[in-house]
Every structure is written in C-alpha cells, then in structure tokens.
C-alpha cells in the first residue's frame, strides 16, 4: 500500500516558469515532510522540509505547501533552471520517527 | 558538512553469492538506513538501526541481514544473492532529533547475474 504518491512520473517546464511537483499522502498520522532531490548516479539531497504545524516553507527559489485537509503537498520551484533537471522524491514521517516513507519520485526536466 | 560514503558505486555479483555492503559516516549519527531503489517504486526501506548493535527491520527485509558493529558503519549482506536484488542501494544517516533530515551517499549499483 503504497502511503505516499507522487501521481506524475515526469514535467517537463521551460526555464524560468514555475515547476510544480506535488505529492499525496493517505496516513494522517504524518506530521513531517520533505523533499529530496536526486541526479543521476548520486545520491539523494536534502532539499526542503515542513512541519504539519505550518502550512508553507520557503527557502530561496524553493517553497513548499501543505494542505493538511487535502493530505496534498507541493514543491514550487520559481524561476527553474537547468541544474534543476532531476528526480524529485518527497517524503513522510510521524512522530519523530527515524523512518521516512518515500513516494515513487517525479522526474523533471528543464527546458532552455 | 556530513559525508556518508559507501564501499563501491558498481558491483557485479553471481547469483548465490554472500554480497556485503558497506556504508561509513563520519558525524557520529546514531541511526544509519538501508534503502534499495528501483523504476517506478521509488526507495524502499530495507533496515535501520537507531544505534550501535541495534537494527530494526524495514519495509523489505527479506533476503537481507545487516551489521552495526560500530557507530560509524552499516553493513548490509545479502546472504545468497538473486536477481531480483538487482538494484541501485542507498545509504543514510541521521542525527537522532526530532524533524532532522537523513544524509545519502552516493549509491551502490548492484547488478546479480
């Protein structure tokens, strides 16, 4: 059963729009979230987090939403930019528990 | 800045063999995870330990031991390689505080003939 879900395998944004990656969750004890980044070849990066206490996180060209009623998160990347052209995973825990539950990973791709 | 690094980034194993992989991290985390990774299901928890000796099983354990002997090392062993285990497996850690993120190395490329 698959707890978190990332509907989209891949985007495809032209530089300088916005990206938009979301992410559902069907447990509504998760009370923390992130998002990780991955290129090819590497491993995943920390990227950006927020706590179910809040409801947006901003951090540079980097925000995310939460929507505790929708269980929906959302990754805004404004502007995008080439070396943003990767694997996007978000990820959930509860509890300040060690164990984070991935979703299945979108794909984006920036277009020049 | 926390470096986790994991012993090869490509391995190319037969089937029955006793595979070993090993992840060190040098900021003193008390948990460590094994994840595998896979097309279209994303990462996948295989084992954790939130500290030295200690291990608790993931979401898919099975065909799988691991080792924590010491604080700075997580070793996973597949005792009898398949080829289903065919796989990018992926190291972390992580400081025990509430909230705190988990730390990648760079992968290992395991490939099961």
């Known amino acids: 059963d698959q707890q978190v879900k990332q509907n989209s395998p891949s985007l495809s944004v032209q530089e300088g729009r916005i990206s938009i990656l979301n992410c559902d969750y069907t447990?509504?004890?998760?009370?923390?979230f992130l998002w990780y980044k991955k290129y090819p070849a590497e491993g995943p990066t920390f990227l950006i987090s927020?706590?179910?206490?809040?409801d947006k996180n901003e951090d540079g060209r980097f925000t995310v939403f939460l929507n505790k009623s929708a269980k929906h998160l959302s990754l805004h990347i404004v502007p995008s930019q080439p070396g943003d052209s990767a694997v996007y995973f978000c990820a959930a825990s509860w509890g300040g528990n060690e164990k984070l539950t991935f979703g299945t990973g979108t794909r984006l791709t920036i277009i020049p | 800045d926390v470096k986790v690094t994991q012993s090869s980034r490509y391995l190319v194993k037969r089937t029955g063999e006793k595979v070993f992989l090993e992840c060190v991290q040098d900021m003193d985390h008390e948990n460590m995870f094994w994840y595998r990774q896979d097309p279209g299901l994303g990462l996948r928890l295989i084992y954790f330990?939130?500290?030295?000796?200690?291990?608790e099983k993931g979401d898919i354990p099975e065909g799988y031991s691991v080792s924590r002997e010491k604080k700075e090392r997580f070793s996973l062993i597949l005792e009898s390689a398949s080829t289903n285990q065919t796989s990018m497996y992926l190291c972390?850690?992580?400081?025990?505080?509430?909230?705190?993120?988990?730390?990648f190395g760079p992968g290992t490329r395991l490939t099961v003939l």
């Open positions: 330990s939130y500290d030295v000796k200690m291990k």
């Open positions: 927020i706590s179910s206490i809040k």
């Open positions: 447990n509504s004890m998760f009370d923390y």
């Open positions: 972390a850690s992580r400081r025990n505080l509430v909230g705190n993120e988990q730390f």
